[in-house]
Structures are given as structure tokens and as C-alpha cells.
Nanobody
């Protein structure tokens, strides 16, 4: 059983900061890419940031320069530091991990349940 558990969401004023964390647990052989996606009310889920196993990163244009993704491979964790938050950042943020497992199905694109970020104006 693989679990991704996010934490760190909450309510913050515009211009403020939050740090999201995601812990991956289970019978995992290796974690490849890890990422954060978000889904605002009435909108489709969109990529926020992704980080590969060797540390390469990619960001949505809307968050470049404000958000930073990082990972701790020893702890199977991924983080999202969010600064200069805007009301339009309000969404449920989901953690994603591309996993190789020791047991079937041996490969898995896993998702967390999400953590709500609300930015007030």
C-alpha cells in the first residue's frame, strides 16, 4: 500500500507564504519524478511544479519566481515553498509521485488527497 500525505495548507493573506510538505510511504523501490498540482474551484487540475530524481525542476509560468519545489530523497518527501501568494493561487494542492514498487503493479503514478490553500485579498 502506497500513501502520499500532504500537509501545510491553510489560510494566508495575499503576499504571505506557506510551505507544503508531502511524505511518500509504502513498499517503494524508487521514486522518480515528484510534483505538485493544483485544482481551483470550477477548474481543471494543473501542474504547478515538478522535480526529477536528479533535482531538475520545472514550473508553471504563473508561479515562476514565487514558488520553489525541493525534495529530500532520504525521507521520501517533497516540498513546495510558496511566497508572494496571490488570491488566484487558492486551490487544493495535490502531491504526485512516479514510483517504482517492489511488488505488483511495480510502477505507479500516485496521488495524495490534497491540502487546501486559501489566499485572502
Amino acid at each position: 500500500q502506497v500513501q502520499l500525505v500532504e500537509s501545510g495548507g491553510g489560510v494566508v493573506q495575499a503576499g504571505g507564504s506557506l510551505r507544503l510538505s508531502c511524505t511518500v510511504s509504502g513498499n517503494i523501490f524508487r521514486i522518480n519524478a515528484m510534483g505538485w498540482y493544483r485544482q481551483a474551484p470550477g477548474k481543471q487540475r494543473e501542474l504547478v511544479a515538478v522535480i526529477t530524481s536528479d533535482g531538475s525542476t520545472n514550473y508553471a509560468d504563473s508561479v515562476k519566481g514565487r514558488f520553489t519545489i525541493s525534495r529530500d530523497n532520504a525521507k521520501n518527501m517533497v516540498y513546495l515553498q510558496m511566497n508572494s501568494l496571490k488570491p488566484e493561487d487558492t486551490a487544493v494542492f495535490h502531491c504526485n509521485a512516479v514510483l517504482l514498487l517492489r511488488v505488483p503493479p511495480y510502477a505507479l503514478d500516485a496521488w495524495g488527497q490534497g491540502t487546501l490553500v486559501t489566499v485572502s485579498s
